[in-house]
């Protein structure tokens, strides 16, 4: 759901940006569950690789 803005969102989230904030203004789709979780498993998968 969130791959094509991938780089978008991990930008505003290491600037410390809220994901509430990412979501209604700069994706203005998704849920804070569903982003959390997303940001949570694609960190993961960096630090493995």
């Known amino acids: 759901m969130y791959d094509n803005e991938q780089e978008k969102i991990f930008h505003l989230y290491k ?11 700069h994706l203005e ?13 694609r960190e993961a998968k960096i630090s493995i690789s």
């Open 15 to 25: 600037l410390g940006m809220p994901l509430h904030k990412i979501i209604s203004t």
């Open 29 to 41: 789709y998704g849920k804070y569950l569903s982003l959390k979780e997303y940001i949570e498993k």
